[in-house]
């Protein structure tokens, strides 16, 4: 079994902020291969389904991002899904706009649902699905970006991201190099057309 994790903050107010774009993946998954309703349970909201072959659970943490691991840690425990079989989708600040990488381990980069994750599992030898929101440039700024709501121009890059995330999400399990390499040859043109945009 595996468990896909969506990081983000709880409310209607949060939805649409940058830093809830683990949680918008996460939903883009469970619509398109039909999971169950989400059910509230252990400080998350949870649903099930299948890629595949392959039984998952998704978890959208209904804690702040700082207390994720609270809601990610039960489940998995309860499970038995090793760290291996995690993979947590959140903002990253240090990747371009709509570009993704896939890590396993490592730092959390100040990443503060990374933090609490890896502190209640006690391990941070599990996958990273990093969604990359760009950075304003201005350490200063840093907060009010990332709490802050995707701009329309946005929009483009977001949804074809999310789509890819969710369309290939079964390569994610198999092999997340593969994965990588699919959902970016997706963003290729987009990422190409906001290039040339700046420039203009």
Known sequence: MYLFVGLGNPGPEYARQRHNIGCMAVDAIAAKYGFSAWKDKNKGLYAEGRIGTQKIFLC???????????AIQPIAA??????????????????????????????????????????????????????????????????????????EEEQLWLDTLLKSCAVHASHLIQKPTDYTAKVMQDMKPVIEKMKQTENN
């Not at 959208?60 to 609270?70: D, H, I, R």
């Not at 599992?121 to 709490?147: A, N, Q």
């Open 60 to 70: 959208k943490p209904q804690t702040f991002m700082n207390l994720s691991g609270e």
């Open 78 to 151: 309860f499970y038995k899904i090793p760290p291996e079989n995690i993979f947590i989708f959140h903002d990253e600040l240090d990747l371009s706009a709509g570009v993704v990488k896939v890590k396993k381990g490592g730092g959390n980069a100040g990443h503060n649902g990374l933090k609490s994750t890896s502190q209640m599992m006690g391990t941070d030898e599990y996958y990273r699905v990093r969604l990359g929101i760009g950075h304003p440039g201005d350490k200063s700024r840093v907060s009010g970006y990332v709490l802050g709501n995707f701009r």
